[in-house]
């Protein structure tokens, strides 16, 4: 899943994004409201982080273009703002959630998954497919009751898959929210991970639909 992290407190931009990495996101940082409507307008991300006091161009004005434009994406506000009519403010400019400063990276992380767990239609944090139940906030497979491990690019493949549990999931759209932009997105290495994941799950726990893409099945062979 990944995030994007509006923050121009480097420090504070490097630890969300540390935490986010260490639970199984693919977190990306970035430092003025320019970039971040740009990269909100033009990549996908699974939800945005994205504090108010920006320089260049503001949090709320950055917020509210991306609704102007249809950009659907959670997007959790943090703020050194505490008063309840800036809280409003956000929320009434499209955020989905606020989290004043300081805070603790626990709630923050549990903001982040209940807001990914909701724009995916899933109510709780363990999500079943089959004989598969992933629990996000362990980062815990386990199939047929047995604990799988897995590499943080097999997690990350995995929640994903399972987060959009029922469809279809073109190859270009996992590429794109398993790598970071400065990696690179080759269809043969997720090909690969995918073959790792059938060892470890079952040969039809995740379906490959050639020219459409992949979809989870949680069945084990």
Request: negative net charge; hydrophobic residues 40%.
């Amino acid at each position: 899943m990944r995030i994007l992290v509006v923050e121009d407190d480097l420090r504070i931009a490097s630890d969300i994004a540390d935490t986010l990495n260490a639970a199984g996101y693919l977190a990306e940082t970035v430092s003025d409201g320019d970039e971040a409507w740009f990269r909100g307008d033009t990549e996908e991300y699974d939800m945005i982080v994205l504090d108010l006091g920006l320089p260049k161009m503001d949090g709320l004005t950055v917020l509210k273009r991306w609704r102007e434009a249809g950009r659907a994406i959670p997007v959790l506000v943090l703020t050194a703002r505490g008063s309840w009519a800036e809280r409003v403010e956000g929320i009434d400019a499209g955020a989905d959630d606020y989290l004043p400063k300081p805070f603790r990276m626990e709630e923050l992380l549990a903001r982040v998954r209940a807001l990914i767990r909701r724009s995916t239609g899933h109510g709780g944090p363990v999500l079943e497919a089959g004989s598969m139940s992933l629990d996000v906030r362990q980062m815990r497979l386990v199939v047929n009751g047995v604990p799988i491990a897995l590499s943080p690019l097999e997690y990350r493949l995995v929640a994903y898959l399972m987060h959009h549990k029922g469809r279809v999931v073109p190859g270009s759209e996992l590429l794109e929210h398993l790598y970071g932009d400065e990696d690179a997105r080759d269809a043969n290495a997720l090909e690969a991970v995918v073959t790792r994941l059938r060892k470890k799950l079952g040969s039809t726990a995740v379906e490959t639909r050639r020219g459409f893409g992949y979809r989870i099945t949680g069945e084990g062979a």
